[in-house]
């Protein structure tokens, strides 16, 4: 009798563990298949490259985040650089239901220089041609630096006018590097 209830218990336990190897290698083969699937996901998106603008909200003093994609074959994005292609796209934005560009109307971007973590961004006249309040300055120069600073890899970046450093654009103080700023969004 001993002998048939330890032979029910180790068959029993035979049975279990063969169960769960099962239940193992089910879960390996699901994961791989999930590997799989997930490569060929991301080979199918490789030619596209996601970038964010900060509009500025129409009738509200705020920056919003807004995420925009582009094959890297499209004609835009060829011979440029990506921080060029974003803040031509950032200074060209056309107004798309509450949001518009924050960057004065009539700038151009002249130059966009890269030294190690930093961007130069060099903009014309135009940028500081147009009166405007302090509060509107700060979204105008935090739209070209957070759009900038986004891109992996630049922490900073200096906002020139006509190749020279911008000392102050209307009561901001702008002689010094930007980091990403902080403060420009609306309350969540």
């Known amino acids: ?3 048939l209830v ?3 218990f180790t068959g029993c336990k035979k049975d279990d563990d063969a169960s769960e190897l099962d239940l193992g290698k089910a879960m390996d083969e699901n994961q791989a298949e999930e590997a799989i699937n997930n490569t060929e ?3 199918e998106t490789v030619n596209e490259i996601e970038y964010i603008l900060y509009l500025r909200y129409k009738d509200k003093p705020f920056l919003y985040d807004e995420l925009f994609s582009i094959n890297i074959d499209d004609e835009k994005f060829k011979d440029k650089s990506i921080e060029e292609f ?3 796209e950032l200074i060209n934005f056309e107004a798309q ?3 518009i560009s924050p960057v004065p109307k009539g700038t151009k971007l002249l130059s966009v220089e890269r030294k190690e973590n930093s961007v130069i961004v060099n903009l014309s ?3 500081t041609g ?3 309040s302090s509060n509107d300055a700060m979204l105008a ?3 070209i630096v957070n759009s900038v600073v986004a891109i992996p890899g630049n922490e900073t970046a200096q906002v020139m006018v006509e190749g020279k450093k911008l000392e102050t654009f209307n009561g901001i103080k702008a002689s010094k590097p930007f980091y990403f700023l902080e403060g420009l969004f609306p309350e969540k």
């Open 125 to 127: 006249k135009e940028f």
């Open 6 to 8: 330890l032979s029910l």
């Open 41 to 43: 996901i991301q080979e």
């Open 141 to 143: 120069i935090g739209g």
């Open 1 to 3: 009798m001993i002998t």
């Open 97 to 99: 239901g509450e949001f």
């Open 130 to 132: 147009k009166k405007m």
């Open 86 to 88: 974003i803040l031509e």
